[in-house]
């Protein structure tokens, strides 16, 4: 079936410090890749998504890259903010039996920046 | 714009009750989903409605019900609560129904958090 890797935290940055958070998949067909966020004590919020191959998406300063050769899509921001703590979730969607869209998620990963 | 909403936000439960999660969208979307999340273990579809009228089991069904009991609202039911039931439940909807459907957004609500003793 379909699977979602990421790398695992916590990870802890100094403000201003370069972002990366590796996600792999497993897929059949073509997925659809999103990251989501989730703050202290909320639900998940679409940070990006991409739908094809090779396409970038990009919010806020972060961006991810569909990478059908490696299976990858790796979240990146050039400079963090404390304000980016938080969990990220790497996710892939699937068409589902009937209609609608099931997301596989990864595990999470929980960035804390520090001043 | 409330999007997703679900209540209650936090419930305690002793093992053996009853209860409903209840959601609710204001977005129009067809489908919509109740997912659970649990430590190390990202989120997992327990059920979900492609559309009004239809419901199907995800990922973890076991010891839930679900109601979609119009096109905006989609309740979740245990009816027998056990500790291993103790998680936080995300409620959430999406547009488009069949091709085409995997590039949707899926939208969340806030989460609700349960705890059974």
């Known amino acids: 079936g379909n699977s979602v890797t990421q790398m695992e935290g916590p990870v802890t940055l100094s403000e201003e410090a370069f972002l990366t958070i590796n996600c792999t998949y497993t897929?059949?067909?073509?997925?659809?890749l999103f990251w989501y966020v989730q703050y202290p004590g909320e639900g998940l919020q679409l940070l990006l998504k991409a739908t094809k191959a090779d396409d970038k998406g990009s919010n806020k300063g972060f961006e991810a890259t569909y990478r059908k050769e490696t299976t990858s899509f790796h979240l990146e921001k050039g400079s963090v903010q404390v304000s980016d703590s938080a969990v990220y979730f790497c996710?892939?969607?699937?068409?589902?039996?009937?209609?609608?869209?099931?997301?596989?998620f990864g595990t999470g990963t929980q960035l804390k920046v520090e001043l | 714009n409330a999007g997703v909403t679900q209540t209650p936000k936090f419930q305690v439960l002793k093992t053996g009750q009853s209860m409903t999660l209840q959601c609710a969208q204001d977005m129009n979307h067809n489908s919509m989903y109740w997912y659970r999340q649990d430590p190390g273990m990202g989120l997992r579809l327990i059920y979900y409605?492609?559309?009004?009228?239809?419901?199907d089991k995800g990922e973890v069904p076991n010891g839930y019900n679900v109601s979609r009991l119009n096109k905006r609202e989609f309740s979740l039911r245990l009816e027998s609560a056990a500790p291993s039931q103790t998680s936080v439940y995300f409620c959430a909807s999406s547009a488009v129904f069949g091709q085409g459907a995997i590039g949707n957004t899926i939208y969340f609500g806030e989460g609700s958090w349960l705890t059974v003793v």
């Open positions: 996710a892939l969607s699937d068409a589902l039996t009937g209609g609608g869209n099931k997301l596989t």
């Open positions: 409605s492609a559309s009004e009228g239809t419901t």
């Open positions: 897929a059949t067909g073509y997925p659809s």
